[in-house]
């Protein structure tokens, strides 16, 4: 018989009578408390066979979870790098957008001052030629 602290509850429970075939006899003259389990219920192997086959299924489940979890993040870590090379070259596209704005900015003003030189010396020749 195996004896079992007194005063956990998992198995000393109501009449110390379990529905899985345990009852339990308290000891007067120790702190213990005796279990006994009846040979009715002999089919505990079974079910001691079909807990150890869900903890196996449990155990694959979480190995695959695990392997997915893996293959998540590599492709994570391939995505991050994807989209820092993608800023990267954002960013250089900017700049050269930027410097190409900066110096067609610049031609237009060079092209608009050329142009309104020439309409002025367009204009003083002919108020010169009108005055005449």
Same mark, same amino acid.
């Given at each position: 018989?195996?004896?079992? /602290?007194?005063?956990? /509850?998992? =198995?000393?429970?109501? /009449?110390?009578?379990?529905?899985?075939?345990?009852?339990?006899?308290?000891? /007067?003259?120790?702190? +213990?408390?005796? *279990?006994?389990?009846?040979?009715?219920?002999?089919? %505990?192997?079974?079910?001691?066979? #079909?807990?150890?086959?869900?903890?196996? +299924?449990?155990?694959?489940?979480?190995? &695959?979870?695990?392997? &997915?979890?893996?293959?998540?993040? !590599?492709?994570? #870590?391939?995505?991050?790098?994807?989209?820092?090379?993608? +800023?990267? !070259?954002?960013?250089?596209?900017?700049?050269?957008?930027?410097?190409?704005?900066?110096? +067609?900015?610049?031609?237009?003003?060079?092209?608009?001052?050329?142009? !309104? %030189?020439?309409?002025?010396?367009?204009? =003083?020749? *002919?108020?010169?030629?009108?005055?005449?």
């Amino acid at each position: 018989m195996a004896s079992v /602290p007194r005063g956990n /509850p998992a =198995y000393a429970t109501g /009449p110390f009578r379990s529905r899985e075939g345990l009852s339990s006899r308290s000891n /007067p003259q120790t702190e +213990q408390l005796q *279990l006994r389990i009846d040979p009715i219920h002999d089919d %505990l192997d079974e079910e001691i066979d #079909g807990l150890r086959h869900k903890v196996s +299924q449990l155990k694959n489940i979480a190995q &695959e979870i695990e392997s &997915e979890a893996r293959f998540q993040n !590599g492709f994570i #870590g391939q995505l991050e790098m994807t989209m820092i090379k993608a +800023q990267a !070259g954002v960013k250089n596209n900017l700049r050269r957008l930027n410097r190409n704005i900066i110096q +067609q900015g610049s031609n237009h003003v060079m092209h608009l001052i050329i142009f !309104g %030189l020439l309409l002025f010396f367009i204009l =003083y020749l *002919l108020s010169k030629v009108s005055g005449r």
